[in-house]
């Protein structure tokens, strides 16, 4: 069946791929594995001069790549183009840093010399989600490559031309021949792919359902995997926040990437004294955003990615407002052309809800009522995810608590969860494993090698 192109702001086909053929494939694993044994000798110095033309290709081309993404899952064009310049960021962090934060590390031992060394492993196949095509890309490519890796892209099947488009950046970077390679490739093929021994690793971002099938392959091979998968995360606010702010960040925090993003502010925990507050200038600030075209400057709210995650989102809006969610805003499909959903706001929502419990991957805020900080802090974590978390307070006991208690790879206090390349990204819990970006980032798949010389 062919891979297909399909722009969801038209329902209109773009361009049709057909899948490698198995031959292709195994031609594909054995150049990652003879470029690997090659590419691993390269110094960082060499590894980093590659990594920055790649930065700058980016960067010329943000625009050109930011129309690619917009096309073929709908993001509005401007965070498309700070997508790809956000790419570039971590492309230019890992060619000045790798080489510092892979430096062999001296052990006092009590005599002779005992050193840590970091080693690349091989050939890291990396299955990424269609809702970031660049960036969730670049973000296990750039450390890996510059830890002496080489890459397999498995993109999802949605941005067939942005999986191409990323081979095509590192090859016009200067890479070796075989050192970043994307498949087209279906999900038994995939499998496939994973079996094979010259495979040295996996990293997955998506579903819980395929992390742990991924996982599961992975572990009877004795394969390292990194996943990084759903998440339902809180936005906590207390009386002492400063209000004005915390509305308009909740709103960015739950539209960004047209409500599709795992860090996206989901549930919305709000303290008795402020709710009302809160909830009438929510409310009204997810009414006043602009719907349209994702290829005009002016929209703020594009379509979904597919049909099928319209419908989705769409049944569990209707089945949490059938078991007793009040409806505060939108809730009905916008008739046009394409997969459009509107701002929707629900509150009063009861356990028994989709909304109480499932990840609502849209522009559907979930709005609580709390006590005080403790039972905000129980219902964060009355949830089967734990990947980030933003919490609102001037208090500076409050603030340590939430830190402290929340069950969650991240805390942002009094901003806006984000990944940086500076910093360490993933969950705890059923969010995945592991991390991306930062110094632990470009650890996760190296060999981590103890060297003892006596004296």
Same mark, same amino acid.
């Given at each position: 069946?062919?891979?297909?192109?399909?722009?969801?702001?038209?329902?209109?086909?773009?361009?049709?791929?057909?899948?490698?053929?198995?031959?292709?494939?195994?031609?594909?694993?054995?150049?990652?594995?003879?470029?690997?044994?090659?590419?691993?000798?390269?110094?960082?110095?060499?590894?980093?001069?590659?990594?920055?033309?790649?930065?700058?290709?980016?960067?010329?081309?943000?625009?050109?790549?930011?129309?690619?993404?917009?096309?073929?899952?709908?993001?509005?064009?401007?965070?498309?183009?700070?997508?790809?310049?956000?790419?570039?960021? $971590?492309?230019?962090?890992? +060619?000045?840093? @790798? !080489? &510092?934060?892979?430096?062999?590390?001296?052990? =006092?031992? #009590? %005599?002779?010399?005992?050193?840590?060394?970091?080693?690349?492993?091989?050939?890291?196949?990396?299955?990424?989600?269609?809702?970031?095509?660049?960036?969730?890309?670049?973000?296990?490519?750039?450390?890996?490559?510059?830890?002496?890796?080489?890459?397999?892209?498995?993109?999802?099947?949605?941005?067939?031309?942005?999986?191409?488009?990323?081979?095509?950046?590192?090859?016009?970077?200067?890479?070796?021949?075989?050192?970043?390679?994307?498949?087209?490739?279906?999900?038994?093929?995939?499998?496939?792919?994973?079996?094979?021994?010259?495979?040295?690793?996996?990293?997955?971002?998506?579903?819980?359902? $395929?992390?742990?099938?991924? +996982?599961?392959? @992975? !572990? &009877?091979?004795?394969?390292?995997?990194?996943? =990084?998968? #759903? %998440?339902?995360?809180?936005?906590?606010?207390?009386?002492?926040?400063?209000?004005?702010?915390?509305?308009?960040?909740?709103?960015?925090?739950?539209?960004?990437?047209?409500?599709?993003?795992?860090?996206?502010?989901?549930?919305?925990?709000?303290?008795?004294?402020?709710?009302?507050?809160?909830?009438?200038?929510?409310?009204?600030?997810?009414?006043?955003?602009?719907?349209?075209?994702?290829?005009?400057?002016?929209?703020?709210?594009?379509?979904?990615?597919?049909?099928?995650?319209?419908?989705?989102?769409?049944?569990?809006?209707?089945?949490?407002?059938?078991?007793?969610?009040?409806?505060?805003?939108?809730?009905?499909?916008?008739?046009?052309?394409?997969?459009?959903?509107?701002?929707?706001?629900?509150?009063?929502?009861?356990?028994?809800?989709?909304?109480?419990?499932?990840?609502?991957?849209?522009?559907?805020?979930?709005?609580?009522?709390?006590?005080?900080?403790?039972?905000?802090?129980?219902?964060?974590?009355?949830?089967?995810?734990?990947?980030?978390?933003?919490?609102?307070?001037?208090?500076?006991?409050?603030?340590?608590?939430?830190?402290?208690?929340?069950?969650?790879?991240?805390?942002?206090?009094?901003?806006?969860?984000?990944?940086?390349?500076?910093?360490?990204?993933?969950?705890?819990?059923?969010?995945?494993?592991?991390?991306?970006?930062?110094?632990?980032?470009?650890?996760?798949?190296?060999?981590?090698?103890?060297?003892?010389?006596?004296?």
């Amino acid at each position: 069946m062919p891979i297909r192109s399909v722009n969801p702001a038209s329902g209109r086909t773009l361009r049709l791929f057909e899948p490698l053929e198995e031959a292709e494939i195994g031609r594909k694993l054995e150049l990652a594995a003879s470029a690997f044994r090659h590419y691993r000798r390269t110094p960082f110095t060499e590894r980093g001069r590659l990594m920055l033309r790649a930065a700058g290709i980016l960067e010329a081309g943000k625009d050109q790549f930011g129309r690619l993404m917009t096309s073929e899952m709908g993001k509005p064009i401007k965070a498309a183009r700070q997508e790809a310049a956000k790419c570039a960021w $971590a492309c230019r962090y890992y +060619a000045e840093h @790798a !080489g &510092r934060l892979l430096a062999d590390e001296r052990v =006092e031992t #009590g %005599g002779g010399l005992s050193t840590i060394r970091y080693q690349p492993i091989g050939p890291v196949l990396a299955i990424m989600p269609w809702n970031f095509p660049f960036w969730q890309v670049f973000r296990f490519a750039a450390p890996a490559l510059m830890a002496g890796n080489v890459g397999l892209l498995k993109h999802a099947s949605i941005v067939p031309q942005c999986a191409l488009a990323i081979e095509e950046i590192f090859r016009d970077a200067g890479f070796p021949e075989g050192a970043f390679q994307t498949l087209l490739v279906g999900s038994v093929q995939t499998r496939r792919v994973l079996d094979d021994p010259r495979v040295a690793a996996v990293t997955l971002t998506g579903s819980e359902a $395929a992390g742990s099938r991924v +996982a599961a392959s @992975a !572990g &009877r091979r004795i394969k390292k995997t990194v996943l =990084e998968l #759903g %998440g339902s995360d809180p936005f906590i606010v207390m009386p002492s926040a400063e209000l004005e702010t915390a509305v308009a960040t909740a709103v960015q925090a739950r539209l960004v990437n047209n409500g599709q993003s795992c860090i996206a502010a989901k549930r919305f925990l709000v303290a008795e004294p402020v709710a009302e507050e809160f909830e009438r200038r929510f409310v009204e600030a997810m009414g006043r955003v602009r719907i349209g075209d994702p290829m005009e400057e002016a929209t703020e709210l594009g379509p979904l990615a597919t049909a099928q995650i319209l419908e989705s989102l769409d049944a569990q809006v209707r089945r949490s407002v059938a078991a007793g969610a009040r409806l505060l805003l939108g809730g009905t499909r916008i008739d046009r052309p394409g997969n459009y959903y509107p701002p929707t706001v629900l509150a009063d929502i009861p356990e028994s809800a989709p909304a109480y419990s499932e990840e609502l991957f849209g522009p559907v805020a979930a709005l609580f009522r709390v006590r005080d900080a403790g039972d905000a802090i129980r219902l964060a974590n009355a949830t089967p995810f734990g990947l980030g978390a933003s919490v609102w307070t001037s208090d500076p006991v409050e603030r340590e608590r939430f830190i402290d208690e929340i069950e969650s790879g991240m805390v942002f206090v009094n901003g806006m969860v984000v990944s940086d390349p500076r910093l360490p990204f993933g969950g705890v819990k059923r969010s995945g494993y592991g991390r991306e970006l930062g110094a632990h980032g470009i650890r996760e798949f190296v060999n981590i090698k103890t060297v003892c010389i006596p004296a």
